[in-house]
């Protein structure tokens, strides 16, 4: 399967990879595996998207800003990999941290945005486990951060 294709076929527009803004980095490999830090929801226009789920935005807007952390991590990967997709060999783990209300419930649902985007790329070398958790605050108040391990041929 040819994953850049695949990123073809569905028209995304990647985001920039971004530097960190702390003591950390981006992505970093050991042995076979790529880790990539947390992504945070960011929209098209990199304006940070914030606020909480249950509260300031529903699971569908919760969805949308899971899907953009997965795009993100993708920029990582993609230049961790020297712009070479063929180097991932399958997705292993994404955790999920959705800033949501004390009585909200639908983390997975917001979490699939992250899981849906990286399985339509990678197709079955996408499917991962996962952990989809509810935080009372993100960094800069975003409403969803994502984090991933990669496995590299």
């Not at 294709?5 to 569905?10: I, P, Q, R, T, V």
């Not at 960190?20 to 050991?30: F, Q």
């Not at 226009?45 to 249950?54: A, F, M, P, Q, S």
């Not at 961790?80 to 997705?91: E, G």
């Amino acid at each position: 399967m040819n994953y850049q294709e695949n990123l073809n076929k569905l028209g995304l527009k990647l985001p920039e990879a971004k530097a960190p803004v702390g003591n950390y980095v981006a992505t970093k490999i050991s042995g076979k595996m790529l880790f990539v830090s947390g992504q945070i929801s960011i929209d098209e226009k990199g304006e940070l998207i914030k606020g909480k789920v249950g509260k300031d935005l529903n699971v569908e807007t919760g969805y949308d800003a899971a899907k953009r952390c997965g795009l993100s991590i993708i920029s990582q990967i993609i230049k961790a990999c020297d712009n070479d997709l063929t180097k991932i060999k399958s997705c292993v783990k994404l955790t999920g941290f959705v800033n949501s209300t004390d009585d909200f419930k639908d983390q997975p649902k917001v979490i699939n945005g992250a899981s849906d985007l990286i399985a339509s790329i990678f197709g079955d070398a996408g499917m991962h486990t996962r952990a989809a958790v509810s935080v009372n605050s993100l960094p800069l108040g975003v409403a969803v951060e994502v984090d991933a391990i990669f496995e590299l041929n």
